[in-house]
């Protein structure tokens, strides 16, 4: 059997941190630039979800872009290890997804992006990391496992599918599923419609004023980090209700940590008889602890998720 066809048939790859962590810090560098190249042309979203990447099938995509009379997208194709600039005009550009410096990528696309005529200004050094070096100035990151890769990406992609069913059963205010490259996290975010508290910040090399956007209004978040053993799956409500860091939540591998979160391990998950409903217990339990002991309008923030169901045969 080959590599390529090992990596397909597992359905919750297995991806130690230690085996592809210089990879990950590098590509967590090149997210950045290009969520930053979004973030310079997109509409201003409420908490920053104008400056996310999705999981698509083939990798980590800007989604379209608005720019002067056109429109753009930037993906990374993790399956032929390419990046993709494409304007809606039919020109694209393309950028290896290699072994290379940081600077030499930010050359590069910004290159790409000059050849296609989008003038682009982003402020040039990531956020919250420490330090933060510029990106024309990193020779630090230069690694690029494309093996690696795909097997982060094919995690996202399970995740992904698990948390838009969360998100379906909520009618309220919600995020989509995204990318936020600033963590190098999966994140989807519920809101109870009431305001919250200012933010106290404290993320490095990240303005106050960005988190209290972010931190606007009540949430209960969700997602998935590539931390840990293998990466973890993690919940936090803000402002967090008293009580919440001891409500029992499912599964028992699942525990509060010491930076304010639920989390749970993604070994765990993966290695479970049925992957999917232990992460969406994890899900669920997490949300009801914050949704509950904040005092949530429950009924009028849930759906069926079978509302539809008998439209869908028609």
């Not at 973030?39 to 104008?50: D, E, L, Q, S």
């Not at 494409?86 to 072994?99: F, K, N």
């Not at 949300?287 to 009028?300: H, I, Q, S, T, V």
Request: net charge negative.
């Amino acid at each position: 059997m080959t590599e390529q066809s090992t990596v397909q048939t597992q359905v919750w790859p297995r991806l130690r941190l230690r085996d592809w962590s210089d990879t990950k810090d590098t590509l967590h560098m090149w997210t950045q630039i290009v969520g930053k190249i979004r973030m310079a042309h997109a509409p201003m979203i409420n908490h920053w979800w104008h400056v996310t990447l999705y999981v698509n099938p083939r990798g980590l995509t800007t989604s379209t872009i608005p720019y002067r009379n056109g429109d753009f997208d930037i993906e990374f194709d993790f399956l032929d290890h390419q990046l993709h600039i494409r304007t809606s005009d039919g020109r694209r550009q393309q950028v290896a997804l290699a072994p290379k410096p940081v600077a030499q990528f930010y050359t590069e696309t910004m290159q790409a992006l000059d050849d296609l005529g989008i003038q682009t200004h982003i402020h040039a050094r990531p956020n919250e990391v420490d330090p933060a070096i510029p990106f024309a100035d990193d020779y630090q990151h230069a690694s690029y496992d494309p093996h690696a890769v795909e097997l982060f990406w094919r995690q996202l992609l399970r995740a992904n599918r698990v948390i838009t069913v969360f998100r379906s059963r909520f009618i309220g205010k919600a995020s989509p599923v995204h990318f936020f490259w600033g963590g190098m996290d999966m994140a989807c975010t519920r809101f109870s419609g009431r305001t919250a508290p200012p933010n106290p910040g404290g993320v490095p090399n990240l303005p106050v004023w960005v988190t209290r956007e972010g931190y606007s209004h009540e949430l209960a978040s969700c997602g998935f980090w590539p931390g840990g053993e293998e990466g973890a799956f993690y919940a936090y409500a803000y402002p967090e209700p008293a009580g919440y860091a001891v409500h029992p939540v499912r599964p028992d591998a699942a525990y509060y940590g010491p930076s304010g979160e639920f989390l749970l391990p993604y070994e765990a998950v993966a290695a479970a008889a049925n992957p999917d409903q232990v992460l969406a217990d994890f899900l669920d339990t997490t949300y009801a602890a914050a949704a509950d002991l904040a005092g949530w309008d429950r009924g009028a923030l849930e759906a069926d998720l079978h509302r539809c169901d008998h439209r869908r045969q028609q």
